[in-house]
């Protein structure tokens, strides 16, 4: 069965560089969500889009955007970034937003030095 | 803000042995979830609870769900090397973002 699909899978960048990541949605699935997972730590909600418009917005810095496209893939936009940045980042998928379960990718590494 | 704590944070138990990993949470929430993790890898669902009393069970792991006491437990029974890993619970609430727990690192050893 498809997957999640995230691009990079691993991506190294320095300090006040910017860095995309992408997210391709299981298919018929019409809700996307962005998880930030530092080392040792739990995944951190950031932002949810539903249909294309954003949903629900979590801990995301000012210095990041996202935005869901109509073939519902998503993009995460990383700016200035900073070496606490340094993470995995996930993308989850599911079925609608109140759908009871969310799909997650394998993940982005992202290196700040 | 809704919090969600699990504990142990850290196990570790003899292969056949059983445990039991805590989850509770501060708020109402519709629903729980149980994730496990590899070292580096992405989060493999393994049970949903939907409503109060709700058990669900998947060979050694069996988890349950108590809304009253927000409350659900991950019981393992029997430990296997393969189960080794950092397993979290996560709430929603409104079907939208999770609230994940700290997450319970747990290493089986021979």
């Known amino acids: 069965a498809a997957g999640v699909i995230q691009s990079p899978r691993h991506l190294i960048k320095e300090k006040r560089e910017t860095a995309t990541l992408k997210c391709y949605p299981i298919?018929?699935?019409?809700?996307v969500y962005w998880y930030q997972q530092g080392p040792g730590q739990d995944p951190q909600f950031l932002i949810s889009?539903?249909?294309?418009?954003?949903?629900d917005k979590g801990s995301i810095p000012d210095r990041f955007s996202a935005q869901q496209f109509s073939d519902y893939h998503s993009e995460l936009n990383m700016s200035s970034l900073e070496l606490g940045d340094s993470a995995l980042y996930f993308c989850?998928?599911?079925?609608?937003?109140?759908?009871?379960?969310?799909?997650f990718g394998p993940g982005t590494r992202l290196t700040v030095t | 803000e809704l919090k969600v704590e699990q504990n142990p944070l850290f196990l570790s138990m003899q292969e056949g042995k059983n445990y039991t990993i805590y989850c509770n949470y501060s708020t109402t929430s519709d629903r729980l979830y149980w994730y496990r993790q590899d070292p580096g890898k992405s989060l493999e669902s393994l049970f949903v609870l939907l409503s109060n009393g709700a058990v669900k069970q998947e060979g050694r792991l069996m988890a349950s769900l108590d809304t009253k006491a927000r409350l659900s437990t991950l019981h393992i029974t029997a430990a296997v090397h393969d189960l080794s890993a950092t397993y979290f619970c996560a709430v929603d609430r409104a079907g939208n973002q999770f609230y994940f727990g700290t997450g319970t690192s747990l290493t089986v050893i021979p």
């Open positions: 989850a998928s599911s079925e609608g937003p109140r759908s009871y379960e969310q799909y």
């Open positions: 298919p018929r699935h019409d809700t």
């Open positions: 889009f539903y249909e294309k418009m954003q949903s």
